[in-house]
């Protein structure tokens, strides 16, 4: 009985969303064993772009002391640079912008999220990475933003200026 759970436990630890973006990098942090992880992301609509999200990933023996097994914490922080010539697709120009990724924090409801924003002002896209919780929002976030000046980019939709 005692093995069966901690195959459910594991089991269920695997299903809390580590998907999305290719994990470039990960390191201890502590002696609970807690990791650090980095992903490279790279926007579906924008070539040449390139997102790092770091996170936190809880370990085995934190999630024993803590008895929250299905859950990690929402601090993120992400770089986007350009990598290459940016090419856009069609994006969305309003101010909600679009959601370019998502990964689960928990089991359940918790994720965090990355959103594209494009301020056509400035000729700059905005990547903001924050907690999405579907009661208590979080106001943990973080944000980057790539200039387009200089470059051949615009957004297929853009209106000219």
Request: glycine share 8%; with cysteine.
């Amino acid at each position: 009985m005692k093995h069966t759970a901690i195959i459910c436990a594991s089991l269920l630890l695997a299903a809390c969303g580590r998907s999305g973006g290719a994990e470039v990098g990960e390191f201890k942090n502590d002696f609970a064993g807690n990791e650090i992880k980095v992903q490279a992301l790279s926007d579906p609509k924008v070539a040449g772009v390139t997102c790092h999200l770091s996170h936190f990933d809880r370990g085995f023996w934190d999630r024993v002391a803590k008895g929250n097994w299905f859950e990690d914490p929402s601090n993120a922080s992400i770089a986007c640079r350009q990598t290459g010539p940016i090419s856009m697709g069609d994006i969305d120009l309003d101010k909600n912008g679009e959601e370019v990724f998502s990964q689960r924090m928990s089991l359940v409801f918790k994720s965090i999220a990355v959103r594209r924003i494009y301020d056509a002002e400035n000729n700059t896209l905005i990547y903001v990475v924050y907690s999405r919780r579907p009661i208590e929002g979080s106001a943990k976030m973080s944000i980057s933003t790539i200039s387009l000046f200089g470059t051949e980019a615009q957004a297929e939709n853009a209106l000219p200026g």
